[in-house]
């Protein structure tokens, strides 16, 4: 028990998960040395005299370990990467291991030995496992609240398509608002405009700050803005409003519980979290949360392959909702449309256990390995800002495995266009993959409703960086030393 704790703590969070014969091996090393740092651990010499040798010594053995027992496990399971790719960017996209991969293939072979059989039986079962332990996972009391759907777009797209006919319906009257932030995502806000705006609705956005120093910053800025709004447009009904839980661009999380407190004080009927980054990132719960409706993509950083993704609802609004995509089971309630949408590819919803399964194989338990991303991630980010001089987007405990680097002036920067072009070259010159960020209004505009809260600094562009367990130092210095070269053509 001792051991097994030890190592969770201490190492890696993906030191178990080892069948080959060079990682039993691994295996056995890290076994005689932690019996060792138990003994030392144990023993009088720490206790009187050297009080500080038992944490040296395992930081020691433990940073070891990690080098050895990881190296091995990350080469086989992202053995698919591109060779020679620093790959900063997992955030969009997430990453596979091979051993989910395999699954998702074993899912997909079934179904083509006898499709009719698997239709029943399997499918039905490999869906109903793999939202059991999603509810557990989120700490929701009841399976019936979770769906699985393709991805984020399409959980705005189920709480969208309600918002439509409620005013087509005239439950809503036209006018009646949608509220949103500026740094929703951008697909996320079309999704809105696409359904609502046409039926009637009257979207808003409200201004994050950024960069941010705290939460405490945020949360009184966007009760500010409801303020101003209910001030403004007293008649107005606010019937939805669109949160992130971890923005993506600039990438910080959000003090989502308290956001959501003040929406129902000031009134807002419902509220629909786009947590297209949470789970794995942060600690999801959803009764604590209690957004009537929350999603989360599970193939960015919970290992599932592309694409699926779970919406939690609450129990009073599962009947009214419907899948964008109406099929056969139109009508059965959510979770029996979104369970056949047509003939497709269900492989990758079932393997949503194999990808639970490395996690917990690999860290131990979600938490683990999600710390240990968070903690390399912002090692990275001071390591980048104190090369470049520059200053991270906010502070350490509102990044979650993604962080915000501000990148050097030198760089000249001045657009979204630029940013874009700045992120081709590292691609195509560097071979780093990484998003840069320049706020699309203009810097003065965006602070404009938060002058006097928003903390002055010299750069306006920022990196995004990403920590997954198969990144390396390696890889951070190389986007570390293509900026400095960019940066130095202009001097
Ligand atoms: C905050 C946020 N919301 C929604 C999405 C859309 O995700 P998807 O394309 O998987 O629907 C993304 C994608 O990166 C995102 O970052």
């Known amino acids: 028990m001792f051991m097994s704790n030890y190592f969770y703590k201490h190492s890696t969070p993906f030191s178990i998960a080892i069948k080959d014969n060079q990682s039993i091996l691994c295996l056995r090393v890290c076994f005689h040395i932690f019996v060792l ?108 609240e979770i769906v699985l759907l393709e991805n984020a777009t399409t959980g705005a797209g189920v709480v969208a398509l309600d918002v439509m006919w409620s005013f087509l319906e005239r439950r809503y009257e036209k006018g009646d608002s949608i509220l949103m932030f500026n740094s929703a995502y951008g697909a996320i806000k079309k999704v809105f405009k696409g359904y609502c705006f046409r039926a009637g609705a009257r979207l808003f956005e409200y201004k994050m700050p950024f960069p941010v120093s705290s939460n405490q910053e945020i949360l009184q800025s966007f009760e500010d803005a409801l303020r101003r709004e209910k001030k403004e447009n007293p008649s107005k009904v606010i019937r939805l409003a669109v949160i992130d839980h971890i923005v993506s661009m600039p990438s910080i999380i959000l003090p989502i519980r308290e956001l959501v407190q003040l929406c129902r004080a000031y009134g807002v009927e419902q509220i629909f979290v786009d947590a297209a980054h949470a789970i794995g990132n942060v600690d999801v ?39 964008p995509l109406v099929s056969n089971n139109y009508g059965l309630g959510l979770v029996g449309e979104s369970y056949w949408v047509g003939t497709r590819d269900y492989s990758a919803f079932l393997a949503v256990p194999a990808a639970i399964k490395f996690v917990n194989d690999t860290a131990g338990d979600i938490k683990s390995y999600r710390d240990y991303n968070h903690r390399k991630v912002v090692e990275m980010a001071q390591m980048l800002v104190s090369a470049w001089g520059t200053h991270l987007g906010a502070p350490p405990e509102l990044f979650g495995s993604m962080a915000m680097v501000g990148l050097p002036a030198s760089l000249n920067i001045h657009s979204p266009e630029d940013a874009l072009r700045m992120r081709t070259r590292l691609r195509t010159e560097f071979q780093v993959e990484v998003p840069l960020y320049y706020p ?27 920590h997954q367990i198969y990144n390396k130092l390696e890889e951070y210095h190389m986007l570390r030393d293509a900026v400095q070269a960019i940066a130095a053509e202009s001097t």
């Not at 083509?112 to 009391?141: M, T, V």
């Not at 604590?288 to 392959?305: G, R, T």
């Not at 699309?440 to 990403?466: L, Q």
Request: hydrophobic share 40%; with cysteine.
């Open 37 to 144: 740092v138990e003994y030392i651990s144990r023993s009088n010499i720490c206790r009187y005299g050297f009080p500080n040798l038992n944490k040296l010594f395992s930081t020691l053995v433990s940073s070891f370990l990690s080098l050895f027992v990881a190296s091995s496990l990350v080469a086989r399971e992202f053995s698919h990467h591109e060779p020679g790719v620093a790959r900063l960017n997992n955030g969009s996209f997430g990453s596979p291991p091979q051993c989910v991969l395999s699954n998702q293939a074993m899912w997909a072979q079934q179904w083509l030995q006898h499709p009719d059989a698997f239709c029943w039986e399997p499918l039905e079962k490999g869906f109903a496992a793999a939202r059991q332990q999603l509810a557990d996972l989120i700490h929701s009391p009841n399976v019936n």
């Open 285 to 323: 719960n959803v009764q604590e949360i209690d957004a009537d409706y929350y999603v989360s993509n599970l193939h960015k950083w919970l290992f599932a392959p592309p694409v699926v993704a779970f919406f939690h609802c609450k129990p009073q609004h599962l009947s009214q909702l419907h899948h």
């Open 440 to 466: 699309a209004e203009g810097v003065d505009e965006i602070f404009s409703d938060h002058r006097h809260s928003t903390t002055k600094t010299s750069s306006v562009a920022y990196a995004r960086i990403s």
